[in-house]
């Protein structure tokens, strides 16, 4: 069985301050793909990013990123300094190396960055 | 704005009743797929069609069907509807092929249903 974990339900912290949002996968598959969205609170999904299993290479975006780590089954991301408009609920998603597309998601960690 | 066009964006309606839902993918995007948002469940999928033919299926329930026309856009039919069928409903779309489907998913702004 494929799974998602997200066990961060909730984080707070003050703007500029980094913070690290913790997914653990679960997956029988050689190849997969790992996602990271978010959802600001006017409700649509925002993709940030996609990752293959055969590439454990770190990301950065700008104030963004990613540490995948197949040895922990882990696809964490960082936000350094963070800002109000970081507010938002990010979900972790999982797709496995099947012809079927479909996305599993974690239940998703909801970050309020306070001015 | 991530090109993936979803009609309405509210919707109420009572129990028993039903509603259609209606999505047009991006541009050259063959796959779309339907998810169920909710409190309780999270963020569920629903179905999945490719280039006109079902794909994959999710958690739907049978009072729910889809179908994707020529024309690539896709609606979701909701039948006898019930109150936890409240929830909100993303469409996504995605390059896809009939091997793959590793490409990232572009969601719409989703349609919320509320069933009173």
């Known amino acids: 069985a494929q799974k998602v974990t997200q066990a961060q339900t909730e984080i707070s912290v003050v703007e500029k301050e980094d913070v690290t949002l913790d997914c653990v996968y679960e997956?029988?598959?050689?190849?997969?793909?790992l996602f990271w969205y978010k959802q600001p609170p006017s409700g649509e999904l925002v993709f940030l990013i996609r990752?293959?299993?055969?590439?454990?290479q770190n990301e950065i975006s700008g104030r963004y990123s990613w540490n995948f780590q197949k040895s922990t089954s882990s696809f964490n991301f960082t936000i350094t300094a963070s800002q109000v408009v970081d507010s938002a609920v990010y979900f972790c998603?999982?797709?496995?190396?099947?012809?079927?597309?479909?996305?599993?998601f974690g239940k998703g960690t909801k970050l309020s960055v306070k001015p | 704005d991530s090109g993936v066009t979803q009609t309405p964006k509210h919707l109420i309606t009572a129990t028993g009743q039903r509603v259609t839902l209606r999505c047009s993918p991006r541009?050259?995007?063959?796959?779309v797929y339907w998810y169920q948002q909710s409190l309780d469940q999270g963020l569920q999928f629903l179905i999945q069609?490719?280039?006109?033919?079902?794909?994959a299926k999710g958690n739907i329930l049978e009072r729910f069907s889809a179908q994707q026309f020529p024309d690539l856009h896709s609606e979701l039919n909701l039948s006898s509807l019930e109150l936890g069928d409240s929830a909100l409903y993303f469409c996504?779309?995605?390059?896809?092929?009939?091997?793959?489907?590793?490409?990232?998913?572009?969601f719409g702004p989703g349609t919320r249903l509320t069933v009173t």
């Open positions: 997956t029988r598959d050689t190849t997969y793909y």
């Open positions: 998603a999982l797709k496995g190396g099947g012809s079927q597309g479909n996305l599993i």
């Open positions: 541009s050259g995007d063959l796959s």
């Open positions: 996504a779309s995605s390059v896809g092929s009939r091997l793959a489907g590793s490409y990232e998913q572009y």
């Open positions: 069609y490719y280039n006109g033919e079902e794909r």
């Open positions: 990752r293959n299993s055969f590439d454990e």
